[in-house]
């Protein structure tokens, strides 16, 4: 039975399923709160790779294994593969009692670790609010975060607080019920942006001198990146700062005219990329009140 001091975690053995980009990261960061990462399982070469790398007084084992040698489970495992996960572990009964179970998922609350509930554990869900690309400044940003947490109690709440906060990150709860709506946000929120950044690059590079008309993900220089960062950056910190009152552009001043020829200009090199930008300005025309003759050209 692991044991705490108060509300806070006493030093625990710490078992990582998987090594993969999010467990290798924790990992790491609950290794410099003082926690012991005494064993992971790592499937992949990149995933061994990664392990030696970041974890290497770790012992490499099977799931089963890592589960039994510890206090602090993390099941850092893809979304679509942790309900089988829980059930594998819950039918071997390798993992004791009193272990705290954290998964790493954005979508499922702690239902998910029903099997493992109801076996002694202590069901815990910690999401990192953030994107991991398996870079050395994954653990670094790890840091900067807000993390999502959900419990089935006050004192699942302490404790899981209490981890986040040791590994210089930001706790705050997220309701069973709500999981879904807050992944759903980061999803809109983080994946999202990365098409839309990528359909401007696209347009962008295709204004290049010698490229008119010609979308392409090629830019040797790197001109389109250095024109668009700095719009983008400024952008992203006004709208976290300010909301809705950032937004500048041919919409929020009623230049339909504008609006029309980039609709026209996009749809000449790439129609699909002329869709999404009209999609995009009326959603944006609705929340900043537009003109009628801004709607007009949007829904013709």
């Not at 040698?69 to 679509?80: F, M, Q, S, Y």
């Not at 209490?162 to 994946?191: C, D, K, M, Q």
């Not at 983008?232 to 709208?239: D, E, F, G, M, Q």
């Not at 090199?269 to 007009?296: C, H, K, Q």
Request: aromatic share 2%; proline share 5%; hydrophobic share 50%.
């Amino acid at each position: 039975m692991v044991q705490f001091d108060g509300l806070r975690p006493a030093r625990l053995k710490v078992g990582v399923i998987s090594a993969g980009r999010v467990g290798t990261a924790l990992g790491v960061a609950l290794e410099r709160a003082e926690h012991v990462v005494v064993a992971c399982s790592a499937i992949s070469e990149a995933s061994r790779q990664r392990a030696g790398k970041w974890l290497p007084d770790s012992l490499i084992l099977p799931a089963p294994d890592v589960a039994a040698a510890a206090e602090l489970l993390l099941l850092a495992v893809p979304d679509t593969e942790l309900a089988g996960i829980v059930s594998g572990l819950a039918a071997t009964g390798a993992v004791r009692p009193g272990t705290i179970v954290v998964h790493t998922s954005g979508a499922a609350g702690i239902g998910v670790l029903a099997p493992l509930t109801e076996q002694g554990c202590l069901p815990l869900a910690i999401h990192p609010a953030m994107t991991f690309t398996g870079a050395d400044e994954d653990i670094t940003r790890l840091a900067e975060s807000c993390f999502g947490v959900t419990a089935a109690d006050e004192v699942g709440y302490a404790i899981a607080e209490a981890l986040t906060l040791e590994i210089g990150a930001e706790p705050f709860r997220v309701e069973e019920t709500a999981r879904a709506l807050y992944h759903a946000a980061l999803s809109h929120g983080g994946n999202h942006l990365v098409t839309v950044i990528d359909d401007a690059l696209s347009a962008l590079r295709a204004a290049l001198p010698g490229r008119v008309g010609a979308v392409t993900a090629e830019d040797p220089d790197g001109i389109a990146e250095r024109v668009l960062g700095p719009l983008v950056r400024a952008a992203l910190a006004n709208t976290l700062r300010d909301g809705r009152a950032a937004l500048t552009g041919p919409v929020a001043r009623g230049d339909s005219a504008a609006v029309a020829r980039h609709l026209a200009a996009l749809g000449d090199v790439d129609p699909g990329l002329a869709e999404a930008y009209r999609t995009n300005a009326l959603r944006t025309a609705r929340r900043a009140g537009a003109s009628d003759e801004v709607m007009a050209v949007l829904t013709q």
